[in-house]
């Protein structure tokens, strides 16, 4: 049945007319059974009455493009064909369907006043026709408001479940909107995590193949070899670090449950960090805090990146033998880092900045900005100095 009828009425905007018109002709067909084969005491229908019941049924056909206007223009047939005491139960359903309508699309005002003026309709219709029992005035009277609290409920009802379909479909973004950022955050944190390890190791690797290389090309016959052995050994722990390093990011990206991963490198490691660029050739001076206390984990691997992006930096741009400053201080509930250089050293020639803008900054200000902080980079005393301000929550909050 349902298939017979889409074939008739297919989707598009044309299909309401036509379930509209089929509508009326249903009505039709009732109205007119009732008026021939319902007894009536009154007027017996004739031309006239016929024209009014049809007058009454047809505008049906635009209730839903035009529903005040159609109940008006309903009315007006339908109070003539009663006060000419026609059969009276044939326009019933024609003047339910048209008051239907107009509550059901609302609004609520237009419903309450659409129920006075059919109660008026029917008191005139009514006296005009000598009165009668009470009873009766109640009867219709009462049906005429069923059929208008029906369309007001069914308006509310509408309403009801639109607004659940606008709060599924706004959840529905919202759920796809926050998949997409967190999809964005981490591949955010995968590429810091990959460039701060990386670029470290490479940078590291790069400095001491260069010593291993001068010390092999300058003077063959008076090698350094515990130099050569020493810096050769050094390139092969980097590559040991940075494979671990690795292969725990990789873990956490494919989600191994089965081997967790290390934990995160904190400020405790700020040591090995100073230790690895003066293998590189750096002048590092190191200064702690005698007692840090406890530190967030998030804060102190921020600390541990922000040192290992600002020395690999250093080491990168000024080359071996630049003089670095790395000060860690807690004041007034924040951690402070001060990562400076001096720049070259008297003589010696800058090396060649790789082409491209680096992401090593924008990094360390999102690791930072992560945990609440601001960070400051910018030209210092003849070298790059950065300046890490990440703030420590309360023991309580800790």
């Known amino acids: 049945m349902v298939s017979v009828w889409r074939r008739l009425l297919p989707e598009g905007p044309g299909r309401a007319l036509g379930e509209d018109a089929l509508l009326t002709a249903v009505i039709a067909a009732v109205s007119a059974s009732v008026a021939l084969l319902v007894e009536h005491d009154g007027r017996s229908m004739d031309g006239l009455g016929w024209a009014l019941l049809a007058g009454s049924v047809l505008p049906l056909v635009l209730r839903r493009r035009a529903p005040l206007t159609v109940l008006l223009v309903v009315l007006a047939p339908v109070a003539v064909y009663h006060r000419l005491d026609y059969q009276h139960a044939a326009p019933f359903v024609a003047t339910a369907v048209a008051a239907y309508t107009v509550a059901a699309v609302g609004p609520r005002w237009r419903t309450l006043l659409l129920g006075a003026v059919v109660l008026l309709v029917v008191l005139v219709v009514w006296r005009g026709n000598g009165g009668g029992p009470a009873l009766k005035l109640l009867r219709i009277s009462g049906w005429m408001l069923c059929v208008i609290a029906v369309g007001e409920v069914t308006r509310l009802h509408r309403r009801l479940l639109a607004a659940a379909r606008e709060r599924a479909e706004r959840a529905e973004r919202d759920r796809e909107e926050e998949a997409a950022r967190r999809v964005a955050e981490e591949r955010l944190r995968v590429a810091r995590d990959l460039h701060d390890l990386l670029a470290h190791s490479i940078t590291v690797i790069g400095v001491r193949a260069s010593v291993a290389s001068h010390l092999l090309t300058t003077a063959p016959e008076r090698q350094d070899r515990p130099t050569l052995v020493a810096t050769l050994d050094g390139i092969h722990?980097?590559?040991?670090?940075?494979?671990?390093?690795?292969?725990?990011?990789?873990?956490?990206?494919?989600?191994?449950?089965?081997?967790?991963?290390?934990?995160?490198?904190?400020?405790?490691?700020?040591?090995?960090?100073?230790?690895?660029?003066?293998?590189?050739?750096?002048?590092?001076?190191?200064?702690?805090?005698?007692?840090?206390?406890?530190?967030?984990?998030?804060?102190?691997?921020?600390?541990?990146?922000?040192?290992?992006?600002?020395?690999?930096?250093?080491?990168?741009?000024?080359?071996?033998?630049?003089?670095?400053?790395?000060?860690?201080?807690?004041?007034?509930?924040?951690?402070?880092?001060?990562?400076?250089?001096?720049?070259?050293?008297?003589?010696?020639?800058?090396?060649?900045?790789?082409?491209?803008?680096?992401?090593?900054?924008?990094?360390?200000?999102?690791?930072?900005?992560?945990?609440?902080?601001?960070?400051?980079?910018?030209?210092?005393?003849?070298?790059?100095?950065?300046?890490?301000?990440?703030?420590?929550?309360?023991?309580?909050?800790?």
């Open 237 to 398: 722990e980097v590559c040991q670090d940075a494979r671990a390093e690795l292969r725990d990011t990789l873990r956490v990206l494919r989600g191994d449950e089965d081997e967790p991963p290390g934990p995160l490198p904190g400020v405790d490691g700020i040591p090995d960090l100073v230790r690895a660029a003066e293998e590189s050739g750096a002048l590092v001076e190191l200064t702690l805090p005698p007692d840090a206390g406890p530190l967030p984990g998030l804060v102190s691997s921020a600390a541990y990146r922000v040192t290992q992006e600002a020395l690999t930096n250093a080491v990168r741009h000024a080359g071996p033998g630049v003089r670095i400053r790395v000060r860690l201080a807690r004041e007034a509930g924040a951690l402070r880092l001060t990562v400076a250089d001096e720049g070259p050293p008297p003589g010696a020639a800058r090396p060649a900045s790789p082409g491209g803008a680096g992401l090593g900054l924008a990094g360390m200000r999102e690791r930072v900005r992560g945990v609440g902080g601001t960070l400051t980079a910018g030209p210092g005393p003849g070298g790059f100095a950065v300046t890490a301000e990440l703030p420590l929550p309360s023991e309580a909050r800790t």
